[in-house]
Protein backbone atom coordinates (compact mmCIF):
# COMPACT_ATOMS: atom_id res chain seq x y z
CA UNK A 1 0.00 0.00 0.00
CA UNK A 2 1.77 3.22 -1.26
CA UNK A 3 1.83 6.30 0.78
CA UNK A 4 1.11 9.42 -0.21
CA UNK A 5 2.91 10.05 -3.49
CA UNK A 6 3.75 14.13 -4.50
CA UNK A 7 5.65 14.29 -7.31
CA UNK A 8 7.66 16.01 -8.99
CA UNK A 9 10.38 16.01 -5.58
CA UNK A 10 11.98 18.95 -7.06
CA UNK A 11 10.37 21.80 -9.45
CA UNK A 12 12.73 24.79 -10.70
CA UNK A 13 11.14 27.50 -11.92
CA UNK A 14 11.47 30.74 -13.48
CA UNK A 15 9.74 33.47 -12.44
CA UNK A 16 6.61 34.51 -14.11
CA UNK A 17 6.72 30.39 -14.63
CA UNK A 18 3.86 28.06 -13.52
CA UNK A 19 4.19 26.16 -11.14
CA UNK A 20 2.12 22.09 -11.11
CA UNK A 21 2.50 20.25 -7.93
CA UNK A 22 0.50 16.79 -8.52
CA UNK A 23 -0.62 14.87 -5.22
CA UNK A 24 -2.10 10.99 -5.39
CA UNK A 25 -2.98 10.19 -1.91
CA UNK A 26 -3.34 7.05 -0.41
CA UNK A 27 -5.64 4.09 -1.55
CA UNK A 28 -8.85 4.36 -0.23
CA UNK A 29 -8.73 8.03 0.93
CA UNK A 30 -10.94 10.64 -0.62
CA UNK A 31 -9.56 13.69 1.53
CA UNK A 32 -6.72 15.76 0.23
CA UNK A 33 -4.86 18.47 2.47
CA UNK A 34 -1.90 20.92 1.37
CA UNK A 35 0.31 22.64 3.39
CA UNK A 36 3.24 24.66 2.49
CA UNK A 37 6.40 24.74 4.55
CA UNK A 38 8.83 27.88 4.18
CA UNK A 39 12.25 27.21 5.10
CA UNK A 40 12.86 26.72 8.86
CA UNK A 41 8.93 27.30 9.74
CA UNK A 42 6.29 25.20 10.52
CA UNK A 43 3.56 24.16 8.02
CA UNK A 44 0.82 26.40 7.20
CA UNK A 45 -2.42 25.00 5.58
CA UNK A 46 -3.14 25.86 2.20
CA UNK A 47 -6.55 24.31 1.37
CA UNK A 48 -8.46 21.17 1.96
CA UNK A 49 -10.63 19.46 -1.06
CA UNK A 50 -12.78 16.20 -1.39
CA UNK A 51 -13.33 14.29 -4.52
CA UNK A 52 -14.36 17.60 -6.76
CA UNK A 53 -14.91 19.82 -3.94
CA UNK A 54 -13.05 22.39 -2.24
CA UNK A 55 -14.02 22.04 1.39
CA UNK A 56 -11.72 24.68 2.98
CA UNK A 57 -9.55 27.13 1.12
CA UNK A 58 -9.31 29.70 3.97
CA UNK A 59 -5.44 28.91 3.66
CA UNK A 60 -5.09 29.94 0.18
CA UNK A 61 -3.32 32.76 -0.96
CA UNK A 62 -6.40 34.90 -3.19
CA UNK A 63 -4.09 35.82 -6.17
CA UNK A 64 -2.18 33.01 -8.43
CA UNK A 65 -3.12 29.32 -6.64
CA UNK A 66 -5.50 27.30 -7.32
CA UNK A 67 -6.34 23.64 -6.35
CA UNK A 68 -8.38 21.00 -7.40
CA UNK A 69 -8.90 16.95 -7.14
CA UNK A 70 -10.90 15.61 -10.02
CA UNK A 71 -12.83 12.36 -9.72
CA UNK A 72 -10.47 10.72 -11.83
CA UNK A 73 -6.22 11.61 -11.50
CA UNK A 74 -3.99 13.49 -8.81
CA UNK A 75 -4.96 16.09 -6.59
CA UNK A 76 -2.58 19.15 -8.33
CA UNK A 77 -1.71 22.65 -6.91
CA UNK A 78 -0.80 24.77 -8.92
CA UNK A 79 0.87 28.35 -8.83
CA UNK A 80 0.30 30.55 -11.93
CA UNK A 81 3.33 33.39 -12.40
CA UNK A 82 5.73 32.58 -9.40
CA UNK A 83 7.71 34.46 -7.37
CA UNK A 84 10.42 34.39 -5.52
CA UNK A 85 8.48 34.03 -2.31
CA UNK A 86 6.61 30.81 -3.58
CA UNK A 87 10.15 28.72 -2.66
CA UNK A 88 8.73 26.57 -0.39
CA UNK A 89 8.75 23.08 0.60
CA UNK A 90 4.68 21.87 -0.41
CA UNK A 91 3.27 18.77 1.31
CA UNK A 92 -0.16 17.35 0.47
CA UNK A 93 -1.58 15.19 2.98
CA UNK A 94 -4.42 12.58 2.69
CA UNK A 95 -7.54 10.80 5.10
CA UNK A 96 -10.12 8.38 4.52
CA UNK A 97 -12.32 10.30 6.67
CA UNK A 98 -12.38 13.71 8.23
CA UNK A 99 -12.66 12.35 11.50
CA UNK A 100 -9.21 9.81 11.46
CA UNK A 101 -6.84 12.05 12.54
CA UNK A 102 -4.99 8.89 12.14
CA UNK A 103 -5.07 8.22 8.52
CA UNK A 104 -4.00 11.68 8.24
CA UNK A 105 -0.80 11.10 5.96
CA UNK A 106 1.64 13.19 4.45
CA UNK A 107 3.31 12.63 1.60
CA UNK A 108 7.15 13.67 0.93
CA UNK A 109 6.38 17.21 -0.66
CA UNK A 110 7.34 18.97 -3.83
CA UNK A 111 10.23 21.72 -3.42
CA UNK A 112 10.01 23.79 -5.34
CA UNK A 113 12.66 26.69 -6.22
CA UNK A 114 11.78 29.72 -8.33
CA UNK A 115 15.02 31.46 -9.61
CA UNK B 1 -6.01 33.40 17.72
CA UNK B 2 -4.90 30.23 15.26
CA UNK B 3 -1.82 30.89 16.63
CA UNK B 4 0.73 27.75 18.26
CA UNK B 5 4.42 28.56 19.84
CA UNK B 6 6.61 25.81 20.06
CA UNK B 7 9.79 25.94 22.20
CA UNK B 8 12.75 25.52 22.48
CA UNK B 9 13.52 26.14 18.49
CA UNK B 10 17.07 23.63 18.99
CA UNK B 11 17.74 21.36 21.55
CA UNK B 12 20.75 19.39 22.14
CA UNK B 13 20.46 16.00 24.27
CA UNK B 14 22.95 13.47 25.47
CA UNK B 15 21.86 9.88 24.35
CA UNK B 16 19.60 8.47 26.86
CA UNK B 17 19.03 11.86 28.27
CA UNK B 18 15.08 13.55 28.25
CA UNK B 19 13.73 15.84 25.90
CA UNK B 20 11.47 17.91 26.63
CA UNK B 21 9.09 20.03 24.07
CA UNK B 22 6.86 22.69 25.09
CA UNK B 23 3.94 24.27 23.05
CA UNK B 24 1.04 26.94 24.07
CA UNK B 25 -1.83 27.88 21.82
CA UNK B 26 -4.40 30.52 22.36
CA UNK B 27 -7.54 29.19 20.69
CA UNK B 28 -9.65 27.44 22.92
CA UNK B 29 -11.39 25.53 20.40
CA UNK B 30 -8.29 23.68 19.78
CA UNK B 31 -9.33 19.89 20.79
CA UNK B 32 -6.74 17.67 19.04
CA UNK B 33 -3.31 18.31 19.39
CA UNK B 34 -0.60 15.61 17.70
CA UNK B 35 2.90 15.70 17.31
CA UNK B 36 5.06 15.05 14.19
CA UNK B 37 8.35 13.89 13.34
CA UNK B 38 10.15 15.16 10.42
CA UNK B 39 13.45 13.99 9.04
CA UNK B 40 15.37 15.86 6.72
CA UNK B 41 14.01 15.57 2.84
CA UNK B 42 10.95 13.88 4.22
CA UNK B 43 7.07 14.89 4.98
CA UNK B 44 5.94 15.16 9.03
CA UNK B 45 4.99 11.42 10.49
CA UNK B 46 2.53 11.22 13.35
CA UNK B 47 4.77 10.61 16.23
CA UNK B 48 1.37 10.92 19.24
CA UNK B 49 -1.59 12.96 20.02
CA UNK B 50 -4.20 13.76 22.41
CA UNK B 51 -7.37 15.49 23.10
CA UNK B 52 -8.02 17.67 26.07
CA UNK B 53 -10.27 14.85 28.23
CA UNK B 54 -6.50 13.50 29.44
CA UNK B 55 -3.65 15.10 30.87
CA UNK B 56 -1.13 12.53 29.77
CA UNK B 57 -0.84 9.82 27.08
CA UNK B 58 2.39 7.65 26.83
CA UNK B 59 3.55 5.77 23.83
CA UNK B 60 6.53 4.05 24.28
CA UNK B 61 9.26 6.49 25.18
CA UNK B 62 7.23 9.72 24.05
CA UNK B 63 4.72 10.88 26.20
CA UNK B 64 2.44 14.00 25.82
CA UNK B 65 1.66 15.91 28.93
CA UNK B 66 -1.44 18.50 28.71
CA UNK B 67 -2.75 21.35 31.08
CA UNK B 68 -5.95 22.43 29.69
CA UNK B 69 -5.83 25.53 32.26
CA UNK B 70 -2.57 26.93 31.12
CA UNK B 71 -3.38 25.88 27.78
CA UNK B 72 0.15 24.24 27.26
CA UNK B 73 1.07 20.31 25.86
CA UNK B 74 4.42 19.10 26.14
CA UNK B 75 6.21 16.20 24.27
CA UNK B 76 8.91 14.09 26.47
CA UNK B 77 11.12 11.65 24.87
CA UNK B 78 12.64 9.39 27.64
CA UNK B 79 16.11 7.66 26.94
CA UNK B 80 16.72 9.75 23.88
CA UNK B 81 19.01 8.12 21.01
CA UNK B 82 20.71 9.71 17.98
CA UNK B 83 17.72 8.13 15.79
CA UNK B 84 15.52 10.81 17.20
CA UNK B 85 17.24 13.35 16.12
CA UNK B 86 14.75 15.15 13.61
CA UNK B 87 12.69 18.37 13.64
CA UNK B 88 9.52 17.98 16.30
CA UNK B 89 6.38 20.12 15.19
CA UNK B 90 3.54 20.21 17.86
CA UNK B 91 -0.02 20.86 16.12
CA UNK B 92 -3.81 21.90 17.23
CA UNK B 93 -7.01 21.84 15.37
CA UNK B 94 -10.72 21.60 15.85
CA UNK B 95 -11.54 18.40 15.67
CA UNK B 96 -9.20 15.58 13.87
CA UNK B 97 -9.59 16.04 9.92
CA UNK B 98 -9.43 19.80 10.07
CA UNK B 99 -6.92 21.94 9.35
CA UNK B 100 -3.75 21.40 11.69
CA UNK B 101 -1.84 24.70 12.80
CA UNK B 102 1.81 24.02 13.58
CA UNK B 103 4.08 25.34 15.97
CA UNK B 104 7.31 26.81 14.29
CA UNK B 105 9.23 23.40 15.27
CA UNK B 106 12.27 22.17 17.51
CA UNK B 107 15.37 20.65 15.46
CA UNK B 108 16.40 18.46 18.13
CA UNK B 109 19.76 16.89 18.09
CA UNK B 110 20.56 13.39 20.13
CA UNK B 111 24.51 13.08 20.60
CA UNK B 112 26.10 9.38 21.25
Known amino acids: NAGVMQNPRHLVRRRGQEARLRCSPM?????VYWYRQLPEEGLKFMVYLQKENIIDESGMPKERFSAEFPKEGPSILRIQQVVRGDSAAYFCASSDTRQNHYGYTFGSGTRLTVV | QQQVKQSPQSLIVQKGGISIINCAYE??????FPWYQQFPGKGPALLIA?????SEKKEGRFTISFNKSAKQFSLHIMDSQPGDSATYFCAASRGAGNMLTFGGGTRLMVKP
Open chain 2, 50 to 54: IRPDV
Open chain 2, 27 to 32: NTAFDY
Open chain 1, 27 to 31: KGHSH
